[in-house]
């Protein structure tokens, strides 16, 4: 836009004294470097304080239980156990996705469908969910379908044989209900003072465990 004139804009411009800036202007002096200590230690932030109950202790009796776990002597022989695919209910870590896909090393992240089980109850072993037979109960997660023995045998290593597959009817949100589906229980007492009544916290979990299963550090908020 070409210019217009403003007669008095250009008079109180014409008022103005002539300052030559480069010869006028004072430089200041260069500031004296900052004293070791008030330098900043790291540019990379410090990560959240964890909450007080995120590493739950787990008392001497449990703790036993998982070396027995790992012992291949005690390993249930799910390869003797007959086979067919069926669908799997998840109620601890492998609800997440991307947790099954690791575990089981899918080239995609499965779909998994919001259902429930009847005839069970949630009990927390230290910081692990564990399934125990409660007839009153009802528990409400996912539903996963396994295709191949492999998938499964996958996934009784993770869980370990503290864990024991059972059967159960699963109710899905649309209403329907699936019969023959299995899913991963406690296979010690249900009554063991090792559980407490409480849920598993899938958010706490993803924040602070997941990657390590994954290998995926979680994204910032």
């Given at each position: 836009?070409?210019?217009?004139?403003?007669n008095?804009?250009?008079?109180?411009?014409?008022?103005?004294p002539?300052?030559?800036?480069?010869?006028?202007?004072?430089?200041?002096?260069?500031?004296?470097?900052?004293?070791?200590?008030?330098?900043?230690?790291?540019?990379?932030?410090?990560?959240?304080?964890?909450?007080?109950?995120?590493?739950?202790?787990?008392?001497?009796?449990?703790?036993?239980?998982?070396?027995?776990?790992?012992?291949?002597?005690?390993?249930?022989?799910?390869?003797?156990?007959?086979?067919?695919?069926?669908?799997?209910?998840?109620?601890?870590?492998?609800?997440?996705?991307?947790?099954?896909?690791?575990?089981?090393?899918l080239?995609e992240?499965?779909?998994?469908?919001?259902?429930?089980?009847?005839?069970?109850?949630?009990?927390?072993?230290?910081?692990?969910?564990?399934?125990?037979?409660?007839?009153?109960?009802?528990?409400?997660?996912?539903?996963?379908?396994?295709?191949?023995?492999?998938?499964?045998?996958?996934?009784?290593?993770?869980?370990?044989?503290?864990?024991?597959?059972c059967?159960c009817d699963?109710?899905?949100?649309?209403?329907g209900?699936?019969?023959?589906?299995?899913?991963?229980?406690?296979?010690g007492?249900?009554?063991?003072?090792?559980?407490?009544?409480?849920?598993?916290?899938?958010?706490?979990?993803?924040?602070?465990?997941?990657?390590?299963?994954?290998?995926?550090?979680?994204?910032a908020?």
């Amino acid at each position: 836009m070409p210019y217009t004139p403003n007669n008095d804009c250009d008079n109180q411009c014409a008022n103005i004294p002539f300052q030559n800036w480069a010869t006028d202007l004072a430089i200041p002096p260069t500031p004296p470097p900052l004293p070791r200590s008030a330098k900043p230690k790291s540019l990379i932030p410090q990560p959240p304080t964890l909450p007080p109950n995120a590493f739950r202790s787990i008392s001497n009796s449990a703790f036993l239980q998982v070396i027995t776990a790992a012992n291949a002597s005690n390993k249930q022989d799910y390869t003797k156990s007959p086979f067919r695919p069926c669908h799997l209910f998840f109620y601890g870590s492998l609800m997440d996705p991307e947790v099954l896909q690791a575990v089981l090393g899918l080239p995609e992240i499965p779909a998994v469908k919001c259902a429930s089980i009847t005839g069970f109850s949630m009990k927390m072993w230290g910081v692990y969910p564990a399934l125990v037979r409660d007839g009153n109960g009802k528990v409400f997660r996912t539903l996963w379908g396994v295709t191949s023995k492999a998938q499964f045998l996958r996934l009784a290593e993770y869980e370990t044989s503290v864990y024991t597959w059972c059967e159960c009817d699963v109710e899905l949100n649309d209403g329907g209900t699936l019969h023959n589906c299995r899913t991963f229980c406690w296979a010690g007492n249900p009554d063991s003072k090792d559980l407490e009544d409480g849920s598993f916290d899938l958010e706490r979990y993803q924040k602070y465990f997941k990657s390590s299963v994954t290998g995926r550090r979680p994204s910032a908020e």
